[in-house]
């Protein structure tokens, strides 16, 4: 029997416009599609809903549930459990794709489920997506590097958490910032005592319709409300 092969597929980072051509091939031709699901994100599974011609209900769709635990026993039972239901489809020869938002190498639950399968024997393949700090740069015109400038990728809440943010802040070229749902009130407080809030711009959901974008100062103003809302949130920071 011909073995399945599993994809980690991106859709963006919420606009279904810019999932890519490659990615619609792969989700027509397979056989079950695994997708995030949690209170605040159905984004991925709504993305590819959009799709004209490709037809949902002659797939398997089977809902994914990571708790982002910081105890690593929990998250690996977690990833096990998934990684074994995907194992089920591709051990009958069926090919698999989980979904990711964003770009499936860049803080992705596929990616880490990617290895397990391999371990188990199966061939695997990425399919490259917008990520979200470039959807975030383009819906607020800002050009994050040019020439010989550096760029940085920060997981902020991690970095908060470890003392080494400010640091990070401190260091030459742009700065995004990701990863900030738990800490972005002290993530702001560090950066207006640094001076560097009015370099900064935070974006929230962008590409969607629901997107917010704000600018200096208008960090340091946000709600409760907006604050509460900060899940699949970017901040760049150029200085």
């Known amino acids: 029997m011909k073995k399945g092969i599993f994809y980690a597929v991106s859709t963006g980072a919420g606009n279904p416009e810019q999932i890519t051509f490659e990615a619609i091939r792969v989700l027509r031709e397979c056989d079950a599609i695994f997708f995030p699901e949690s209170e605040k994100n159905t984004i991925a599974l709504h993305s590819i809903s959009q799709i004209s011609g490709l037809d949902l209900s002659r797939k398997s769709l089977i809902p994914c549930r990571f708790s982002m635990t910081d105890d690593k026993e929990k998250s690996a039972a977690e990833y096990g459990k998934v990684a074994s239901d995907c194992l089920k489809f591709l051990q009958e020869g069926k090919s698999v794709v989980m979904l990711s938002i964003g770009d499936v190498s860049l803080y992705s639950t596929a990616a880490r489920t990617v290895r397990l399968i391999q371990k188990a024997g199966f061939e695997v393949k990425f399919i490259s997506g917008v990520n979200s700090f470039?959807?975030?740069?383009?819906?607020?015109?800002?050009?994050?590097?040019?020439?010989?400038?550096?760029?940085?990728?920060?997981?902020?809440?991690?970095?908060?958490?470890?003392?080494?943010?400010?640091?990070?802040?401190?260091?030459?070229?742009?700065?995004?910032?990701?990863?900030?749902?738990?800490?972005?009130?002290?993530?702001?407080?560090?950066?207006?005592?640094?001076?560097?809030?009015?370099?900064?711009?935070?974006?929230?959901?962008?590409?969607?319709?629901?997107?917010?974008?704000?600018?200096?100062?208008?960090?340091?103003?946000?709600?409760?409300?907006d604050i509460k809302a900060s899940y699949l949130s970017v901040m760049i920071v150029k200085c």
């Open 134 to 225: 470039s959807a975030a740069a383009a819906s607020s015109e800002i050009s994050l590097c040019d020439r010989d400038e550096k760029l940085t990728v920060i997981p902020g809440d991690a970095f908060f958490s470890q003392g080494k943010l400010k640091s990070a802040l401190k260091d030459e070229g742009t700065k995004v910032l990701m990863k900030m749902g738990r800490h972005l009130k002290e993530i702001i407080s560090i950066l207006e005592k640094l001076d560097m809030i009015q370099n900064a711009t935070l974006i929230q959901k962008a590409s969607c319709q629901d997107e917010k974008i704000f600018r200096g100062k208008e960090i340091a103003a946000m709600t409760e409300e």
